[in-house]
């Protein structure tokens, strides 16, 4: 065992040991001020401990403060940690066409659980959240802490999607704002893929950015009615229900930008292979391994303890008003007799 302030120990040793020394002494001048069968009459009778006792049981307690204080461990040599240390962004696709119903209970609900199978297998990795649909807009900023990642996607629900068009290039233009200083420019789109025409110019503006696209495709080729604020189908102009399905032209341009892209699907496993995949193709950039020292913290049993002692000791302080009433007790007893 050591103490990992082993100076606050020595220092504190000093008024410690004052304090016990006038605590001690200052017993013994009351005995030689005042007479002992005096003191045996003001004393108050109670079946509580002798006070060298609880003065024992006091000066414990205080010594076991200052150990907790300290911080006694025992070391169990250093340990090397791996970081990940990727970074990257996750986008999710806010658009009209992820009320779709072709993925259960529809794309937006099944695109945050993806997402959120995605933080879980990237720990230690530290990610930024947008949303996009016409505009593109930061929800969290670059961070490792997945618990509050996944409250953030959990928080986006129907009322944030827009029916406008989806704008890829606007996404990618916000995404290389972000990105301009990271070391990896990762991008990672939920999405069903958009039309056509949000994928003009897209390949340019991933190698103008520098950005290595994947494309996480939500939905199904056969595809399913693009539906209202109200789950009603909507229509095109010529009265035909409108029917949108993933565009794996988007999966094209992932892999030209050096990236890939999957349909997603039910089970796990899709997600942990494209987090492998990132690292692997990332591994190079990682920040490395840094040496922690491993200690098991000792410090909460001398602080239980000298909580225990407190306890007995202030517990067992005489109480001078039961005295008292026991005292005139006695001499009306004895004036009687």
Same mark, same amino acid.
């Given at each position: 065992?050591?103490?990992?302030?082993?100076?606050?120990?020595?220092?504190?040793?000093?008024?410690?040991?004052?304090?016990?020394?006038?605590?001690?002494?200052?017993?013994?001048?009351?005995?030689? =001020?005042?007479?002992?069968?005096?003191?045996?009459?003001?004393?108050?009778?109670?079946?509580?401990?002798?006070?060298?006792?609880?003065? &024992?049981?006091?000066? %414990? +307690?205080?010594?076991?403060?200052?150990?907790?204080?300290?911080?006694?461990?025992?070391?169990?040599?250093?340990?090397?940690?791996? @970081?990940?240390?990727?970074?990257?962004?996750?986008?999710?696709?806010?658009?009209?066409?992820?009320?779709?119903?072709?993925?259960?209970?529809?794309? @937006?609900?099944?695109?945050?659980?993806?997402?959120?199978? *995605? @933080?879980? +297998?990237? /720990?230690?990795?530290?990610?930024?959240?947008?949303?996009?649909?016409? #505009?593109?807009f930061v929800l969290s900023p670059f961070t490792s802490d997945t618990g509050t990642l996944k409250q953030?996607?959990?928080?986006? #629900?129907?009322?944030?999607? #827009?029916?406008?068009?989806?704008?890829?290039?606007?996404?990618?233009?916000?995404?290389?704002?972000?990105?301009?200083?990271?070391?990896?420019?990762? *991008?990672?789109?939920?999405?069903?893929?958009?039309? /056509?025409?949000?994928?003009?110019? &897209?390949?340019?503006?991933?190698?103008?950015?520098?950005?290595?696209?994947?494309?996480?495709?939500?939905?199904?080729?056969?595809? +399913?009615?693009?539906?209202?604020?109200?789950?009603?189908?909507?229509?095109?102009?010529?009265?035909?229900?409108?029917?949108?399905? =993933? #565009?794996?032209? &988007?999966?094209? =341009?992932?892999?030209?930008?050096?990236?890939?892209?999957?349909i997603a699907g039910y089970g796990k496993e899709d997600m942990q292979h494209l987090a492998d995949e990132?690292?692997?193709?990332?591994?190079?950039?990682?920040?490395?391994? =840094?040496?922690?020292?491993?200690?098991?913290? &000792?410090? /909460?049993? /001398?602080? %239980?303890?000298?909580?225990?002692?407190?306890?007995?000791?202030?517990?067992?302080?005489?109480?001078?008003?039961?005295?008292?009433?026991?005292?005139?007790?006695?001499?009306?007893?004895?004036?009687?007799?």
């Open positions: 065992m050591e103490f990992v302030h082993p100076q606050f120990f020595w220092v504190m040793l000093v008024p410690f040991s004052i304090f016990v020394f006038l605590v001690t002494t200052n017993k013994d001048k009351v005995s030689r =001020i005042f007479d002992e069968k005096i003191l045996e009459r003001l004393r108050a009778d109670s079946d509580t401990l002798p006070n060298s006792l609880r003065n &024992l049981v006091l000066f %414990a +307690a205080v010594f076991l403060m200052i150990v907790a204080l300290s911080r006694p461990v025992i070391d169990e040599g250093e340990k090397v940690v791996k @970081l990940q240390g990727i970074t990257a962004l996750a986008a999710l696709d806010i658009s009209g066409s992820m009320r779709s119903k072709d993925r259960y209970p529809n794309r @937006l609900e099944f695109a945050k659980k993806k997402l959120a199978q *995605l @933080l879980d +297998a990237m /720990p230690g990795d530290e990610v930024g959240l947008l949303a996009f649909a016409h #505009n593109a953030i996607i959990e928080g986006v #629900n129907e009322s944030y999607i #827009n029916m406008s068009s989806t704008d890829l290039g606007g996404l990618v233009d916000l995404a290389g704002n972000l990105l301009r200083k990271k070391k990896e420019k990762i *991008l990672i789109v939920f999405t069903d893929g958009g039309d /056509p025409e949000a994928l003009q110019g &897209l390949k340019e503006r991933l190698k103008a950015e520098g950005i290595t696209l994947y494309a996480v495709l939500i939905g199904t080729k056969k595809g +399913a009615p693009v539906l209202d604020a109200r789950g009603h189908p909507m229509k095109k102009k010529d009265g035909t229900i409108a029917i949108t399905q =993933i #565009n794996e032209q &988007l999966g094209q =341009i992932a892999r030209e930008s050096g990236g890939d892209y999957l990132i690292h692997r193709r990332f591994a190079k950039e990682r920040r490395g391994a =840094i040496r922690i020292r491993e200690r098991v913290e &000792l410090f /909460p049993y /001398p602080l %239980a303890g000298a909580v225990l002692l407190l306890l007995i000791g202030l517990s067992s302080m005489p109480r001078s008003g039961q005295g008292f009433y026991r005292r005139r007790k006695a001499r009306k007893k004895e004036a009687r007799s």
